[in-house]
């Protein structure tokens, strides 16, 4: 029997660092439709869909979404009004197809923000360890002291009301679950060979940070940034039912909640339908986090999800 | 152990003082002057002028540097003293005093329920994996984590009270009135802890160990309740003590809703009406009640897992 030519240098090589950059995770996305991995089809099917009402938003608005007539008020639901009308005599599909823009971009937001500056700062930390990190881990301590709404309400009783302000006010709790992930990896991913080799090539801190840790983190990242979407979009909407949110006349699917909630005894329709799309795009959100976890790493299903 | 605790005190103490910092200043920098804040929240948007603005910084001390503020007032809530609301006009404390003990019913109550629907659930639903019962707990788990707890709030009312007519809408009085808001609150943790319960039995399960104790001859119910339940349960006090977080934060909405007198309800009248000292009072409060949590959850978690115990808590 012949033996496999072994290559004199193959154990001698550094391990490479996994590159993991977005094109491969598209070719994996693709590939799971093959796969038994029910939860990411669906999730991607219905998130697209969201997403492309909300892009789309104009174009598919049977009425405009602001304009009052108190002649059409609490119509019920029927054929010339699916979802039926407000007290302003505002036809509430019209509406929650326009909300959608606010609800979701201010939730994208939140996620894309507090992933960036977590990730950083959790990168930094771990890398430089020593009081750089005890600093920014206390901080993380004192943050996660608070339940987010708390802390939010008492941010926006600072900032005011708004959509932006919303944004920052769940952000400032956010970011420290993604801290923690990518310090938790950073420390782990320091004292790897290729990384005293990357040291040793002359990379400075920010080269090796970049260039070997980010692409190593990345996918940690995104696990927990999917997870995360879904409980962001219900932290947001339960912000601006408060009244935290963009503010009237530019529908919010929370805000739209607290005005029917008002009504709910003669027109219970101006709080389910909102409702419903808000369960309906967390859940699509939570399906798709699910999927994506299961795809990039099943061990850790089910695990616990972050606040 | 003892050195774990005492190194986890030590953290929550200073947890403590920088969430009292933090409220501080958050609150205290609110754009606007904080004079014209305290008139309008008691007198009106018509009572601010020169001369009211003035007396109510001298009344309520304000011309005070924001240092000598921060420090006056850190010794007060050392000693419990956490000013006068200024819409109410009486201690901040004494008002808290009254509110507190309902909110603490109502997120107990949230609680048993959760625990007593999520642990059986978790169980039998890690046993029959991948029958159809594990699949419906899977999927309405999943479905009650989605759904917003304020809109299931309204769902619950329209139903329960406008169309049966079988349970209060609001306020609190007698048993029946805490249902409809105890329920609300218990829905999240619900879900998250029978999802948890559920992997970290299948983990379990497949373990040598239960293997061993089924093949020397164990009933199904000791190796269940004896072994790996014990050993799944570690990670289920971790989401206990982050969901306890969440009935705090969403307490604040279904008070809101179900009008409950509680701390959430008052924290969000305070901020309506610009009350600053009361919410102080209702934040300082909810992050204290929230840290000694937290700690307790550590405790539990460090008495039950070994390696923490001998490890004194390092990693």
């Given at each position: 029997?012949?033996?496999?030519?072994?290559?004199?240098?193959?154990?001698?090589?550094?391990?490479?660092?996994?590159?993991?950059g977005?094109?491969?995770?598209?070719?994996?996305?693709w590939?799971?439709?093959?796969?038994?991995?029910?939860?990411?089809t669906?999730?991607?099917?219905?998130?697209?869909?969201?997403?492309?009402?909300?892009?789309?938003?104009?174009?598919?608005?049977?009425?405009?979404?602001?304009?009052?007539?108190?002649?059409?008020?609490?119509?019920?639901?029927?054929?010339?009004?699916?979802?039926?009308?407000?007290?302003?005599?505002?036809?509430?599909?019209?509406?929650?197809?326009?909300?959608?823009?606010?609800?979701?971009?201010?939730?994208?937001?939140?996620?894309?923000?507090?992933?960036?500056?977590?990730?950083?700062?959790?990168?930094?930390?771990?890398?430089?360890?020593?009081?750089?990190?005890?600093?920014?881990?206390?901080?993380?301590?004192?943050?996660?002291?608070?339940?987010?709404?708390?802390?939010?309400?008492?941010?926006?009783?600072?900032?005011?009301?708004?959509?932006?302000?919303?944004?920052?006010?769940?952000?400032?709790?956010?970011?420290?679950?993604?801290?923690?992930?990518?310090?938790?990896?950073?420390?782990?991913?320091?004292?790897?060979?290729?990384?005293?080799?990357?040291?040793?090539?002359?990379?400075?801190?920010?080269?090796?940070?970049?260039?070997?840790?980010?692409?190593?983190?990345?996918?940690?990242?995104?696990?927990?940034?999917?997870?995360?979407?879904?409980?962001?979009i219900?932290?947001?909407?339960?912000?601006?039912?408060?009244?935290?949110?963009?503010q009237?006349?530019?529908?919010?699917?929370?805000?739209?909640?607290?005005?029917?909630?008002?009504y709910?005894?003669?027109?219970?329709?101006?709080?389910?339908?909102?409702?419903?799309?808000?369960?309906?795009?967390?859940?699509?959100?939570?399906?798709?986090?699910?999927?994506?976890?299961?795809?990039?790493?099943?061990?850790?299903?089910?695990s616990?999800?972050?606040? | 152990?003892?050195?774990?605790?005492?190194?986890?005190?030590?953290?929550?103490?200073?947890?403590?003082?920088?969430?009292?910092?933090?409220?501080?200043?958050?609150?205290?920098?609110?754009?606007?002057?904080?004079?014209?804040?305290?008139?309008?929240?008691?007198?009106?948007?018509?009572?601010?002028?020169?001369?009211?603005?003035?007396?109510?910084?001298?009344?309520?001390?304000?011309?005070?540097?924001?240092?000598?503020?921060?420090?006056?007032?850190?010794?007060?809530?050392?000693?419990?003293?956490?000013?006068?609301?200024?819409?109410?006009?009486?201690?901040?404390?004494?008002?808290?005093?009254?509110?507190?003990?309902?909110?603490?019913?109502?997120?107990?109550?949230?609680?048993?329920?959760?625990?007593?629907?999520?642990?059986?659930?978790?169980?039998?639903s890690?046993?029959?994996?991948?029958?159809?019962?594990?699949?419906?707990s899977?999927?309405?788990?999943?479905?009650?984590?989605?759904?917003?707890?304020f809109?299931?709030?309204?769902?619950?009312?329209?139903?329960?009270?406008?169309?049966?007519?079988?349970?209060?809408?609001?306020?609190?009085?007698?048993?029946?009135?805490?249902?409809?808001?105890?329920?609300?609150?218990?829905?999240?943790?619900?879900?998250?802890?029978?999802?948890?319960?559920?992997?970290?039995?299948?983990?379990?399960?497949?373990?040598?160990?239960?293997?061993?104790?089924?093949?020397?001859?164990?009933?199904?119910?000791?190796?269940?309740?004896?072994?790996?339940?014990?050993?799944?349960?570690?990670?289920?006090?971790?989401?206990?003590?982050?969901?306890?977080?969440?009935?705090?934060?969403?307490?604040v909405?279904?008070?809101?809703?179900?009008?409950?007198?509680?701390i959430?309800?008052?924290?969000?009248?305070?901020?309506?009406?610009?009350?600053?000292?009361?919410?102080?009072?209702?934040?300082?409060?909810?992050?204290?009640?929230?840290?000694?949590?937290?700690?307790?959850?550590?405790?539990?978690?460090?008495?039950?897992?070994?390696?923490?115990?001998?490890?004194?808590?390092?990693?």
């Open positions: 029997m012949m033996e496999k030519p072994v290559s004199v240098t193959e154990g001698l090589r550094y391990p490479r660092p996994k590159l993991a977005i094109p491969k995770y598209m070719n994996v996305l590939r799971s439709f093959n796969k038994k991995n029910i939860m990411l669906l999730g991607i099917i219905f998130a697209t869909f969201i997403i492309l009402v909300a892009i789309f938003a104009p174009v598919l608005e049977p009425y405009d979404p602001t304009k009052m007539d108190l002649a059409l008020k609490f119509i019920p639901p029927s054929a010339a009004h699916i979802f039926g009308t407000d007290n302003m005599g505002r036809d509430v599909l019209s509406r929650i197809i326009e909300g959608s823009r606010i609800s979701l971009s201010t939730a994208f937001m939140v996620v894309i923000f507090s992933a960036c500056i977590g990730t950083l700062v959790g990168m930094i930390s771990g890398f430089w360890g020593g009081k750089v990190d005890m600093i920014f881990m206390r901080i993380v301590d004192v943050l996660l002291a608070f339940p987010t709404i708390i802390f939010a309400l008492a941010i926006s009783t600072v900032l005011g009301t708004g959509a932006i302000n919303l944004v920052i006010a769940i952000c400032c709790i956010q970011w420290t679950s993604y801290a923690r992930v990518s310090r938790g990896e950073a420390i782990l991913l320091k004292n790897a060979e290729y990384i005293e080799a990357a040291k040793a090539i002359g990379n400075n801190s920010l080269q090796i940070m970049f260039k070997y840790f980010l692409p190593n983190i990345v996918s940690k990242i995104l696990i927990l940034a999917s997870l995360n979407i879904g409980s962001i219900l932290y947001c909407a339960s912000l601006s039912f408060l009244g935290l949110g963009a009237p006349p530019s529908p919010d699917w929370g805000a739209m909640i607290s005005d029917g909630k008002e709910m005894r003669y027109a219970p329709w101006m709080a389910i339908f909102p409702g419903l799309a808000i369960a309906a795009s967390a859940l699509t959100f939570n399906m798709l986090g699910d999927g994506v976890r299961d795809l990039l790493d099943p061990r850790m299903r089910d616990v999800k972050t606040e | 152990m003892i050195k774990y605790i005492i190194k986890r005190m030590i953290i929550v103490f200073f947890v403590l003082w920088m969430v009292a910092t933090l409220t501080f200043f958050t609150v205290h920098v609110t754009p606007g002057d904080t004079a014209n804040a305290i008139i309008v929240s008691v007198y009106g948007e018509d009572a601010v002028s020169p001369e009211t603005l003035e007396n109510v910084r001298t009344k309520f001390d304000l011309k005070r540097p924001v240092f000598v503020q921060y420090t006056d007032w850190l010794k007060n809530v050392v000693t419990g003293e956490l000013g006068t609301s200024y819409k109410y006009n009486k201690p901040v404390i004494d008002i808290l005093k009254i509110r507190l003990p309902n909110t603490l019913i109502l997120g107990f109550s949230a609680f048993l329920i959760s625990i007593v629907i999520s642990i059986p659930f978790g169980i039998i890690a046993l029959n994996h991948n029958r159809p019962i594990d699949h419906f899977r999927f309405s788990t999943l479905l009650l984590s989605s759904f917003p707890s809109w299931i709030a309204l769902l619950l009312i329209i139903i329960f009270s406008i169309q049966l007519k079988v349970l209060p809408v609001s306020g609190m009085a007698g048993f029946s009135s805490i249902i409809l808001p105890a329920v609300t609150l218990s829905i999240g943790m619900t879900a998250a802890t029978t999802r948890m319960l559920r992997s970290s039995m299948l983990d379990v399960l497949g373990q040598d160990y239960i293997t061993v104790a089924r093949a020397k001859g164990l009933e199904d119910n000791q190796v269940i309740f004896g072994h790996a339940l014990r050993n799944a349960i570690p990670p289920i006090i971790t989401v206990i003590g982050l969901q306890i977080g969440h009935i705090i934060g969403g307490a909405i279904i008070e809101n809703i179900f009008a409950w007198p509680g959430g309800g008052l924290l969000i009248d305070s901020i309506n009406t610009k009350d600053l000292p009361m919410i102080e009072g209702c934040v300082l409060i909810i992050a204290f009640g929230y840290a000694i949590v937290n700690l307790i959850v550590d405790i539990t978690y460090s008495c039950i897992d070994p390696r923490i115990k001998y490890s004194g808590g390092d990693n």
